[in-house]
């Protein structure tokens, strides 16, 4: 017997106590029999035979029968207290809090055994800032790039990085000023900042643009044939990892690729596994870096692309026009077409 069905039996049993002795104690009053004669009133023999007297006599007997019928007084109340309070029915009990109110999907799911728990820890911090750049200034980005170096950068393929309309550079601190400079110079806007956390136990994902019906990517593979990738609805984000270098304190290699990622995700292993076999990776689109706090990586377009199923128009082109406003000039603003730069600096690196 649980805890609780014992609780509600021993409120129980006290009730039923009760309502035998109001039944045993108000019965024989009522219908006859021999106990009825203990609630009579003593007869006056005076001239009202076989009735009740209106005045009894003071006599002991008297108060005997009036003690009698204070007992069926009580009894007619304890009736009327479980009728009104439901004699017999169980005490209402605390609701019980569903396990799926309580458990996270990830808690139901089987550990394989000797699998250690993964930890969520950050091991590198960045900051992610986005610039809308006109359309019709991506040749003004050519100031930008010099400022930067090619050399720590690698890549499956540059010809293939290349074809797919991407350019990555990499850069110090330093030059932030300068940069803003030549970013200025290209009509450029903020599109705005987000703090991004790299963790030791897996990829984390940056979005990059939505996905809001199934379709096809266009984007150029590692042998530079074009193919068509069908992608379902989800988003285009970019991927990274921050990978440790054996020897090496301070710095990470940052691993960044796109991906096109169904919408849905899984907390249990097995179906968050399913959902990823769903993915599109571009390697012929991924590069790495050393890096450490301090650095920066600048990721843009090499030329714009108004075809925005292309993986570079998708990732790069702004999905509406932007408004810009040339503070240098007396032109009224207007909305363009825009390309986004991507610039990437590391804040933070936990070893």
Excluded at 36 to 52: H, I
Excluded at 113 to 136: K, N, T, Y
Excluded at 261 to 273: C, E, G, V, W
Excluded at 317 to 329: A, R, S
Aim: glycine share 8%.
């Amino acid at each position: 017997m649980t805890e609780p069905q014992s609780r509600r039996r021993r409120r129980i049993i006290p009730v039923h106590l009760y309502a035998i002795w109001a039944i045993w104690e108000i019965l024989p009053g009522l219908f006859g029999g021999p106990l009825a004669s203990l609630g009579e009133w003593p007869r006056d023999t005076v001239g009202q035979r076989g009735r009740f007297s209106q005045t009894p006599p003071l006599t002991g007997g008297w108060r005997i029968t009036k003690l009698i019928s204070v007992r069926y007084l009580c009894s007619i109340l304890v009736l009327a207290w479980l009728a009104l309070n439901g004699a017999g029915c169980d005490t209402p009990s605390e609701p019980e809090i569903p396990i799926w109110e309580t458990a996270k999907l990830s808690d139901l799911a089987p550990r394989t055994p000797g699998q250690p728990q993964a930890e969520f820890r950050v091991v590198a911090r960045f900051d992610i800032h986005v610039f809308d750049v006109p359309a019709d200034n991506v040749d003004k980005l050519e100031d930008l790039w010099r400022l930067l170096s090619a050399r720590p950068i690698r890549t499956n393929s540059y010809n293939a990085f290349a074809q797919n309309f991407f350019r990555v550079r990499f850069g110090r601190a330093e030059i932030w000023d300068s940069l803003l400079g030549v970013l200025k110079d290209a009509g450029a806007r903020r599109g705005g900042t987000t703090a991004l956390g790299l963790a030791s136990d897996g990829p984390t994902d940056l979005p990059i643009a939505e996905l809001p019906r199934p379709g096809v990517i266009s984007y150029a593979t590692m042998n530079l044939s074009w193919e068509r990738a069908s992608v379902g609805i989800g988003r285009l984000v970019l991927r990274l990892r921050a990978e440790p270098i054996p020897g090496a304190r301070g710095v990470r290699k940052i691993v960044a690729y796109p991906v096109s990622t169904p919408a849905i995700s899984s907390a249990i292993p097995a179906l968050d596994a399913k959902v990823r076999e769903r993915e599109v990776y571009f390697a012929s689109a991924a590069f790495a870096a050393q890096m450490g706090p301090g650095d920066l990586l600048i990721l843009g377009p090499n030329e714009y692309s108004a075809e925005r199923m292309t993986l570079g128009g998708l990732f790069f082109n702004e999905p509406q026009d932007v408004l810009f406003i040339d503070p240098e000039t007396s032109d009224p603003p207007r909305r363009k077409p825009a390309v986004r730069v991507f610039v990437l600096v590391c804040v933070g690196m936990i070893d």
